[in-house]
């Protein structure tokens, strides 16, 4: 199949364009959303919560639980929660840390954010299960998109690089970007800085420390085109 012919393809399978939020989402307070049964929250901190009534009532079904853990009275920080089935825990261990899930498939995730963090997965995703952890740095998951089992997101190296001649740190601001309709196989790994493209494959238990093109099977470590 040539690219424009998947790419057609793609097109038509997948979902519409949205915002993870829609009109009928409302602003919750963080004691009304942590007084749920399935919820959890502990720590303090300035958390701004969005739902939607769709995730709510599958809350209220018990066919999703959310978990909060804040240390350090965490400042402008922001959940945009639309749906999911699953379990999602959520560590907030510093300021301007935001998550934002559209209206998803399964998903079962430990995602820890770190100060200046964000990270958004797109419509109609599934998850498995994944571990995040973020740490100035921005992770783009796009629609449509499947994640295996025990996948790792890394797209900080949480310990900083300094230039011995300007004294500055040379690895801030890191970012993951997955792009629409991909499939990340059973532990598989994304490295800082990697990109991979629309309807790519990545193989169990890849490595993926480069980009990644659209339509490209991807296997190994690290991780090559196949």
Sequence with gaps: MSESEAEHLLTEVSPGEGSAV???????PLARFAS?????????GDLNVIVS??????????????????????QACELKLSSFRGFIRIGIKGSNARLEIASCRHLQADILFYADSSMRIGRDTSINYARAVLADAQVEIGEDCMLSHDIIIQPSDQHGIVDLESGQIINL?????????????????????????????????????????????AAGNPARVI
């Design 22 to 28: 829609d009109a009928a989402d409302i602003a919750m």
């Design 36 to 44: 749920h049964e399935q919820v959890q929250v502990r720590g303090k």
């Design 173 to 217: 601001k890191r970012r993951i970007d997955v792009g629409r309709h991909v499939w990340l196989g059973k532990g598989s790994s994304l490295c800082p800085g990697v990109s991979i493209g629309q309807g790519a494959i990545v193989g169990m238990g890849a490595v993926v420390s480069r980009d990644v093109p659209a339509y490209s099977i």
């Design 53 to 74: 009534p769709t995730l709510m009532d599958a809350l209220d079904r018990k066919q999703a639980k959310v978990h909060v853990s804040m240390s350090g009275s965490p």
